[in-house]
């Protein structure tokens, strides 16, 4: 294994796990049929995201001696993302997970990621990215799910960033296909326990807070000391609390033609706002804008905005800038 690089120049957000080759498939995968490969990963997509928006961001994480391996670096770098602290494992591949629509606003994610070059993420790994001091650590629950060295560099990295004064963004984004939720749900509120900013679906609430109650596990998590609490409700937008203020962004209205990776570009998006020192309803939509850039069209993140795009939300539909 060898590490791309020594000297780390500071980023304002630091943000590490595991991508994939993402593969598409126009139907059933088991038809075979035309399939296309881009990038798959929520901390990739965050990443991109938050570089197309103007902002400094390094993605650590290991990939693959293998082709999929530089499409990856090629892709992120070719995005502005840093990825001078990847490391390159000569021994594992990089992952893989193929897509395919069952129905509109439905798709149905295969995994072959086991024992990938990804999965085996570890401490040394985040070691260096942690000490360039980002202003932003974000963290997904996909990662503590891969092994337990991963999880162990998980919480390692939250509980550092924490004790280091680094804010701690954490996305739960559960995935039932790599841990149950018994298995996941010490590990996810552990995890909660060290942020500053919790972001949840509204069934993930549950797994980082005791209690069906939605206004109850928010309070429990504010009383760890979590400042915001976003919880994302897909097409009925986003509700966040914050220092007392409770704030509901509706979605903003588009066509969605696909609804994968669009929870990253809301995180993205609500980052975004949150270092350029936006207040919570300013995060918020933002948040929501990047969403439907998210859904307008197919991609975990190909659709996404530079900041100049930000204001084309506010278009009515059907207009044509010339």
């Given at each position: 294994?060898?590490?791309?690089?020594?000297?780390?120049?500071?980023?304002?957000?630091?943000?590490?796990?595991?991508?994939?080759?993402?593969?598409?498939?126009?139907?059933?995968?088991?038809?075979?049929?035309?399939?296309?490969?881009?990038?798959?990963?929520?901390?990739?997509?965050?990443?991109?995201?938050?570089?197309?928006?103007?902002?400094?961001?390094?993605?650590?994480?290991?990939?693959?001696?293998?082709?999929?391996?530089?499409?990856?670096?090629?892709?992120?770098?070719?995005?502005?993302?840093?990825?001078?602290?990847?490391?390159?494992?000569?021994?594992?591949?990089?992952?893989?997970?193929?897509?395919?629509?069952?129905?509109?606003?439905?798709?149905?994610?295969?995994?072959?990621?086991?024992?990938?070059?990804?999965?085996?993420?570890?401490?040394?790994?985040?070691?260096?990215?942690?000490?360039?001091?980002?202003?932003?650590?974000?963290?997904?629950?996909?990662?503590?799910?891969?092994s337990p060295a991963a999880a162990e560099a998980t919480l390692w990295a939250a509980s550092e960033a924490r004790k280091r004064g680094i804010l701690v963004s954490f996305d739960v984004n559960y995935r039932s296909k790599l841990w149950d939720a018994a298995a996941a749900t010490p590990v996810l509120t552990q995890l909660a326990g060290f942020a500053d900013v919790v972001i949840a679906s509204d069934d993930e609430l549950a797994l980082v807070a005791a209690g069906a109650d939605e206004e109850y596990a928010v309070n429990a998590l504010h009383g760890r000391g979590v400042r915001d609490v976003i919880i994302k409700r897909g097409a009925e937008g986003a509700?966040?609390?914050?220092?007392?203020?409770?704030?509901?962004?509706?979605?903003?209205?588009?066509?969605?033609?696909?609804?994968?990776?669009?929870?990253?570009?809301?995180?993205?998006?609500?980052?975004?706002?949150?270092?350029?020192?936006?207040?919570?309803?300013?995060?918020?939509?933002?948040?929501?804008?990047?969403?439907?850039?998210?859904?307008?069209?197919?991609?975990?993140?190909?659709?996404?905005?530079?900041?100049?795009?930000?204001?084309?939300?506010?278009?009515?539909?059907?207009?044509?800038?010339?």
């Open positions: 294994m060898k590490a791309m690089l020594a000297h780390l120049t500071p980023v304002e957000v630091l943000t590490f796990g595991e991508t994939m080759g993402s593969i598409r498939s126009t139907g059933l995968v088991r038809l075979g049929g035309s399939m296309s490969m881009s990038l798959g990963g929520a901390e990739t997509n965050v990443a991109i995201g938050l570089a197309r928006l103007g902002h400094s961001v390094r993605w650590t994480g290991r990939l693959g001696d293998d082709e999929v391996g530089a499409f990856a670096l090629r892709t992120l770098r070719a995005e502005g993302v840093a990825t001078d602290a990847v490391v390159i494992d000569a021994r594992r591949t990089t992952g893989l997970m193929l897509l395919e629509a069952r129905f509109a606003g439905v798709s149905r994610a295969l995994y072959y990621r086991a024992s990938s070059a990804g999965s085996v993420l570890a401490i040394g790994d985040l070691e260096a990215s942690l000490d360039a001091a980002p202003e932003i650590l974000h963290l997904t629950g996909i990662t503590p799910a891969l509700t966040g609390w914050s220092g007392g203020a409770v704030v509901h962004q509706d979605a903003i209205p588009v066509t969605a033609v696909d609804t994968v990776g669009a929870g990253d570009a809301f995180t993205a998006g609500y980052l975004s706002a949150l270092l350029d020192g936006k207040a919570l309803e300013e995060r918020l939509h933002r948040g929501a804008v990047l969403g439907a850039f998210a859904v307008a069209a197919s991609g975990d993140w190909e659709n996404l905005p530079n900041r100049s795009e930000l204001p084309l939300a506010d278009r009515t539909a059907g207009t044509t800038i010339r």
